[in-house]
């Protein structure tokens, strides 16, 4: 699944067919170019050596105190870096050694707000989340979302519940395709999936 996302990012091309973005293919732009026009939020976030404001600001280098903190507060990441000691100016260790996985991940995501993308990759942004913070995570990733060409990598579906197409995969082919709706109706390998993670292991038991 990660494959498509670098396909996407022009990161390797494809060696049969074509990939297509606007009925272009990618392979006709600059590397450079192309990239300029998109966001990724991974599973990993990449948090380097410095304050939070900085590592916000690498989204948009020319972005303003208020822009950066404009961006946090849509990521959901205001309030928790307002809570330590020296806010937006606290030192992130190498790798974001001193924040939890989930107010790194907020971080990443408070960057990609900042950097304003046309298309935007979100890598299991979800996947190694606690319950609570998936919630905060979810919401800021519903208002990034809004008004750009995104695709989401997620084995959490309640990421992509609303996504316009979802394409299931396994073993490296897409299986199915399909919006939430149609996708459940078909009860194929999406539905099963959905079951096995939304409902109660009685009612999995019992179907």
């Known amino acids: 699944?990660?494959?498509?996302?670098?396909?996407?990012?022009?990161?390797y091309d494809v060696?049969?067919?074509?990939?297509?973005?606007?009925?272009?293919d990618v392979r006709t732009v600059t590397q450079s170019s192309l990239r300029r026009q998109m966001g990724l939020?991974?599973?990993?976030p990449f948090l380097f050596s410095g304050s939070i404001r900085d590592n916000i600001r690498f989204g948009r280098l020319r972005a303003t105190d208020e822009e950066v903190e404009a961006a946090a507060q849509s990521a959901n990441a205001h309030s928790f870096i307002m809570a330590l000691?020296?806010?937006?100016?606290?030192?992130?260790?190498?790798?974001?050694?001193?924040?939890?996985?989930?107010?790194?991940?907020?971080?990443?995501?408070?960057r990609a707000v900042l950097a304003?993308?046309?298309i935007l990759i979100l890598d299991e942004a979800t996947a190694s989340i606690d319950t609570v913070t998936e919630a905060l995570i979810q919401e800021a990733l519903d208002r990034l979302l809004r008004g750009r060409t995104s695709i989401v990598i997620a084995h959490r579906l309640s990421t992509i519940r609303n996504a316009d197409l979802i394409c299931a995969l396994q073993q490296g082919q897409i299986v199915e395709r399909g919006n939430h709706e149609e996708l459940l109706a078909s009860d194929g390998l999406y539905a099963d999936l959905y079951r096995?993670?939304?409902?109660?292991?009685?009612?999995?038991?019992?179907s």
Not at 1 to 11: D, E, I, M, S, Y
Not at 15 to 24: F, K, N, V
Not at 196 to 206: L, S, T
């Open 85 to 110: 000691p020296e806010g937006y100016e606290t030192e992130i260790l190498e790798g974001g050694a001193n924040l939890s996985i989930g107010q790194r991940q907020l971080i990443c995501i408070a």
């Open 196 to 206: 096995r993670q939304f409902m109660e292991p009685e009612e999995v038991g019992e």
């Open 1 to 11: 699944k990660t494959t498509v996302a670098n396909l996407v990012g022009r990161f």
């Open 116 to 118: 304003d993308p046309r």
């Open 41 to 44: 939020v991974p599973q990993d």
């Open 15 to 24: 060696s049969d067919g074509a990939l297509l973005i606007d009925g272009t």
